[in-house]
């Protein structure tokens, strides 16, 4: 088995991003899985042409997205809805509002990784984790919505989804008391257990 898992470059002002630096540290093999990891652009369009080369190139069972949310838990995402709606410009500096992701997609696409299982797996690994039903309007719904789509229109046997990560540490050093965050070693940590939960699936 083959599972692609890409990661998000910084955006927004920060000079990390968690994402891709938790998939860096994960290993070459997961569960008997080959691991191929990717940075991404946090940009519109761009973001998913860079995947859908990747998803032509390597020919993976399984793709995972990654990306950052203030969010206190590692959160695997139900659902993409067909909407660019950006709170801040992308890393091009484009900030649609009210654009459709595609034409002639459906208005919304559900992952087909198993996310409830994966949640499981990262509480049983004593890392807080939960199913989120909602990954925005802004480049990593963006990111989903085309996998998901491409997965529909071109890779029908592939198993897509996303997961979105909190601030690593460091971050929030400067953030208002109370930002969620998580230790960078701790979000790898859950990232695996969660890649296992798709591996153990075929």
Not at 37 to 61: C, I, N, S, W, Y
Not at 90 to 108: F, L, S
Request: net charge neutral; charged share 20%.
């Amino acid at each position: 088995m083959k599972i692609l898992i890409t990661g998000s470059d910084p955006f927004g002002g920060e000079t990390v991003n968690p994402a891709y630096e938790a998939v860096k540290l994960l290993p070459d093999t997961i569960a008997g899985a080959e691991i191929i990891k990717l940075e991404v652009p946090t940009r519109f369009h761009r973001a998913g042409a860079v995947l859908e080369d990747a998803m032509q190139r390597h020919k993976p069972d399984a793709v995972i997205c990654v990306g950052q949310a203030g969010r206190a838990a590692i959160t695997p995402e139900k659902v993409a809805i067909n909407l660019m709606d950006g709170r801040i410009p992308d890393n091009a500096g484009y900030q649609p509002v009210d654009v459709p992701i595609r034409e002639d997609g459906e208005t919304a696409y559900f992952t087909s990784l198993p996310v409830k299982a994966m949640v499981q797996r990262m509480r049983d690994a004593g890392i807080p984790a939960a199913v989120s039903y909602t990954a925005g309007t802004y480049v990593c719904n963006y990111l989903l919505y085309t996998l998901l789509y491409l997965i529909d229109k071109k890779y029908p046997n592939v198993r897509g989804g996303f997961i979105h990560v909190p601030y690593a540490m460091e971050q929030v050093i400067n953030k208002p008391l109370g930002t969620p965050s998580m230790d960078l070693r701790q979000i790898a940590r859950g990232l695996e257990t969660a890649v296992e939960a798709v591996a153990a699936c075929g």
